[in-house]
Every structure is written in structure tokens, then in C-alpha cells.
């Protein structure tokens, strides 16, 4: 079945710092790739999304690749902020089988900004 | 637009009570979906409906919860009765399309059965 792999948390950053946090997936098919971010006390909203291979996401200064080659979609940005301080999450859409069109989540990492 | 509106915020219960969660999704969208998010497992999807027809419930839990949508703009999520792993937030999104558009998300309902 399909799966998403998210680098453990948390993750405690000083602002200005570069953040990077992983994802791998296993899925059939070619899916679409997703991070979604959730702020504290809120639903999650979609801050990016690839859905093919090589393809690029970027929102609000982070980015990510889709890396067909690796299975990967790892998250980034140059520098980060305090306001970036929420929990991150990646997710896939399975293009095909028995779970076409759901969103399987990663379990979240937790990312703090420290002033 | 308001964006998915979720009622209650939160919930506190003791175990088998019912509990009734209520979701109103985004004007013109057609995909409702449930989801459950606890530490232990992450987020779950539990059910979806398209139109107000129940499409996929495969990843209901157990016959104490059950889903409904009786109009376009409203929707249920009742556990009957309640147990205390059934602690935990739960989410309401909603889509105007399955498989392109992107789901937006309630602010969820955090649940806790004592």
C-alpha cells in the first residue's frame, strides 16, 4: 500500500536558519506530492504541491522536488522565520488502484523557531 | 468565503456517551471528507462523500461511527458510544474536485472521552 515517510521530530531551528525536512513515499502508480502545514490551533492548509516528476513546488519561500528517482519530496527553505514555527506535513495522491485520489499522510514534524 | 466550518471546537465526553460532531463545507464544493488525527497514528481518512453519497467508508473504525450528509452544506460524525481511544481531533474537509483541486480543511474538533 501507499506510504509517506517524514523525518522525526521535532525540529528546533534559530531564525535565518536553512530547514530541510524529509520525505520519502512508496506508492504505486505516479502520485502527486503534497506538503501541507497546520499552525497551531488550525486545519491544515496546502503550501505545496508537485504532481510530476522533476516538478518543483514553491510557496512563501519553500520549495521541494519531486524525486521520482529516489521517491522523495524533501521540503526546504533558504531561511526561516519565527511565524514558520507549525507542523509539517507530507501527503501523496495515489493516481491509480484502489486508493485513486486519496491523500495519504506522513505523520508530521513539528518545527520551532526560536527568535 | 468562511472556509469548512467545524462544530464543536472541542468536546469533552465520558466514555459511552454519544458524541456528534457537524461540519459545514465550503459553498459548491462536492467531496466531503472525515479524518481522525491522534499522535499514535497520524491522520486518518474515515470516510468521504460525493454529491451527499457516502462513496468510501473503508477506513470507519468500527460500527460505532457512523457518517452522514443529508444536504450539500451539512454534515454528521457520531460515535455511539463513546470510548476513550476514540480521543482525539478530528477534521472535516471539503474539495471541489477529487482529483485536482486541493482539499481545504476545518480547524477540527478536538475530542476527549473519559
Known amino acids: 500500500g501507499n506510504s509517506v515517510t517524514q523525518m522525526e521530530g521535532p525540529v528546533t531551528l534559530s531564525e535565518e536558519a536553512f530547514l530541510t525536512i524529509n520525505c520519502t513515499y512508496t506508492?504505486?502508480?505516479?502520485?502527486?506530492l503534497f506538503w501541507y502545514v497546520q499552525y497551531p490551533g488550525e486545519g491544515l492548509q496546502l503550501l505545496l504541491k508537485a504532481t510530476k516528476a522533476d516538478d518543483k513546488g514553491s510557496n512563501k519561500g519553500f520549495e521541494a522536488t519531486y524525486r521520482k528517482e529516489t521517491t522523495s519530496f524533501h521540503l526546504e527553505k533558504g531561511s526561516v522565520q519565527v511565524s514558520d514555527s507549525a507542523v509539517y506535513f507530507c501527503a501523496l495522491r495515489d493516481a491509480g488502484g484502489t486508493s485513486y485520489g486519496k491523500l495519504t499522510f506522513g505523520q508530521g514534524t513539528i518545527l520551532t523557531v526560536h527568535p | 468565503d468562511a472556509g469548512v466550518i467545524q462544530s464543536p471546537r472541542h468536546e469533552v465526553t465520558e466514555m459511552g456517551q454519544e458524541v456528534t460532531l457537524r461540519c459545514k463545507p465550503i459553498?459548491?464544493?462536492?467531496?466531503l471528507f472525515w479524518y481522525r488525527q491522534t499522535m499514535m497514528r497520524g491522520l486518518e481518512l474515515l470516510i468521504y462523500?460525493?454529491?451527499?453519497?457516502?462513496?468510501?467508508d473503508s477506513g470507519m473504525p468500527e460500527d460505532r461511527f457512523s457518517a452522514k450528509m443529508p444536504n450539500a452544506s451539512f454534515s454528521t460524525l457520531k460515535i455511539q458510544p463513546s470510548e476513550p481511544r476514540d480521543s482525539a481531533v478530528y477534521f472535516c474537509?471539503?474539495?471541489?474536485?477529487?482529483?485536482?483541486?486541493?482539499?481545504?480543511f476545518g480547524p477540527g474538533t478536538r475530542l476527549t472521552v473519559l
Open positions: 474537509a471539503s474539495s471541489f474536485n477529487f482529483d485536482y483541486n486541493e482539499q481545504f
Open positions: 462523500f460525493n454529491n451527499n453519497v457516502p462513496i468510501d
Open positions: 506508492a504505486t502508480g505516479y502520485p502527486s
Open positions: 459553498s459548491g464544493h462536492d467531496y
